[in-house]
């Protein structure tokens, strides 16, 4: 989206292809309610451009939007529907944006180094969208996948994906912190003597956006073989179950007795594959503050790694340090017009447990959409 | 281990300024590994320093150190924010244990 908004705003024809019926993407249907990556360790905003404009338009959109202290770093806290909604509206409303929804990219045309056409697939049935350039913003490099696999980089261990639930009914801030740390040890407790499965250890509790709602997530193991038909379906089955547990054993507990599950999100990846760019940014780039020439933008959230067995872990840069993201990752190597943002951009998986958050996505998207 | 010192150990027979001290070092040594000591105070905002994981692996750390456990509603800033208010809320809850054997 921010790719599609800042190449319209340079003057190019844009065609935005969604596959799902309305924009959002993983925030809007896997329920990511804290929205990182847009402000400095002191709470100031880290990138001008369209991330600063999504925040006007969010905390203009509703009264509920605030910024928040989470830990050691600052999010806006945000209803996934209001971010829905807010998104398209903003898309839509921009003439040069032609949106295709209900549309996948199942194909591409590539002359020697050029991709010349996409070959999508809708309910109207496929045709051909000849391109200048091409971005792939899929958040799991399904475009650069279908140029060549060899430009993803696919590593065995993945991060754990998401099940992201809602529930509404809670008495105001019955999960905030540091009240809430006692319903995430209830559960470790209740793992380790065996009434809730191993899995949910890592379950993690937070507040919503709306005092009387908590958002619940569950870690979900993702395969290696996660792309193939079947294995979505098999691990939404296992997270279902997880959740199932997870809810009869929250609604004993008194802050949870009158709630019920208001929404529950699709399953989320959050590292489906980084592309080959022609730069790899790495652990020791985030780590070290690294500058680069052709930046993108500037970073500085934690390298947030979610392992499957462990749960999560923030490994914090300094007070005050950002890291930047130099275009050159965002540049598939060896095809001239094809680059890849966001969840997908050219990294080992350290830096983008880092880089993916929302914030970063924005602005990784306006630098190359310009 | 000799029963006095596994005693000593879960706090029974440390002085507050011992209390004080064990929570310092497993702040600093766990979780501000890069922070010079001498840049800590104990009365420092741990809700600013720390995130909610790592305050919570505080409170699992205090419990089986001190051998108390940590109530839901104890779960507040008063208890938890600084080095110095985490002491001083296991030098109550020893106490309370203590009574409470007592009382027994
Ligand atoms: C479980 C989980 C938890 C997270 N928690 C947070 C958090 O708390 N805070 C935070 O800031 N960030 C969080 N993130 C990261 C955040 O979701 C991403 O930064 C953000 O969604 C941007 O990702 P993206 O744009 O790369 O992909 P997405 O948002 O997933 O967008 C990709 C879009 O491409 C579409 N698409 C896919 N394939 C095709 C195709 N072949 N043809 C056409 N369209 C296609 C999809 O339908 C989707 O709408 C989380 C991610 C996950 C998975």
């Avoid at chain 1, 032609?98 to 549309?103: H, I, R």
């Avoid at chain 1, 997270?239 to 709630?259: D, T």
Wanted: proline letters at 4%.
């Amino acid at each position: 989206m921010a790719a599609a908004l800042s190449a319209a705003r340079s003057g190019a024809q844009v065609c935005l292809i969604e596959a799902r019926p309305r924009l959002g993407g993983t925030v809007a249907f896997s329920l990511i309610h804290t929205l990182g990556g847009l402000y400095d360790s002191a709470g100031v905003l880290l990138n001008a451009g369209l991330a600063e404009e999504l925040v006007v338009a969010l905390l203009q959109a509703d009264s509920s939007v605030r910024k928040r202290r989470m830990g050691r770093t600052w999010v806006l806290s945000v209803c996934p529907d209001i971010y829905q909604a807010v998104v398209q509206g903003w898309v839509e409303s921009d003439r040069r944006v032609t949106v295709l929804t209900e549309t996948r990219v199942v194909g591409v045309v590539r002359q020697s180094d050029t991709i010349r056409a996409l070959e999508l697939s809708s309910p109207a049935g496929e045709f051909r969208l000849p391109t200048k350039a091409v971005i792939d913003a899929t958040g799991t490099a399904e475009v650069v996948n279908l140029v060549s696999s060899s430009l993803v980089q696919n590593e065995d261990r993945r991060a754990a994906g998401g099940l992201i639930f809602r529930m509404r009914g809670t008495p105001p801030d019955a999960v905030a912190f540091p009240k809430g740390l006692g319903i995430l040890r209830a559960i470790r407790d209740a793992v380790v003597e065996g009434s809730l499965p191993r899995q949910c250890a890592n379950v993690w509790v937070d507040t919503g956006a709306r005092s009387d709602e908590v958002y619940i997530k569950l870690p979900v193991p993702i395969p290696a073989n996660w792309r193939e038909q079947q294995e979505p379906a098999e691990v939404t089955r296992d997270a279902l179950e997880m959740q199932a547990a997870v809810v009869e054993f929250l609604r004993r507990m008194p802050e949870f007795a009158q709630a019920s599950v208001s929404r529950t999100g699709e399953l989320g990846v959050r590292d489906g594959g980084q592309v080959r760019g022609e730069y790899l940014l790495t652990a020791d780039d985030v780590r070290c503050g690294a500058m680069f020439a052709d930046a993108a933008c500037r970073c500085t959230w934690p390298i947030e790694s979610w392992d499957p067995e462990e749960g999560v872990s923030l490994e914090y840069l300094q007070d005050g340090s950002y890291y930047e993201i130099p275009l050159r990752s965002l540049k598939v190597r060896g095809v001239r017009n094809l680059w890849a943002v966001e969840k997908c951009l050219s990294a080992d998986r350290y830096a983008q447990a880092s880089a993916r958050v929302v914030g970063s996505c924005w602005s990784m998207g306006e630098a190359v959409g310009r | 281990m000799p029963r006095a010192n596994r005693a000593r150990n879960r706090g029974t027979m440390m002085t507050p300024i011992e209390i004080e001290d064990r929570v310092r070092q497993f702040v600093l040594a766990t979780f501000l590994v890069d922070t010079p000591p001498e840049a800590f105070q104990n009365s420092d905002d741990l809700f600013l320093l720390l995130d909610s994981l790592q305050i919570l692996r505080l409170v699992i750390h205090l419990e089986s150190t001190f051998g108390v456990k940590v109530q839901q509603q104890e779960l507040t800033a008063d208890n938890l924010s600084s080095v110095q208010k985490v002491a001083a809320f296991m030098v109550r809850k020893i106490g309370d244990r203590r009574l409470a054997r007592v009382a027994k």
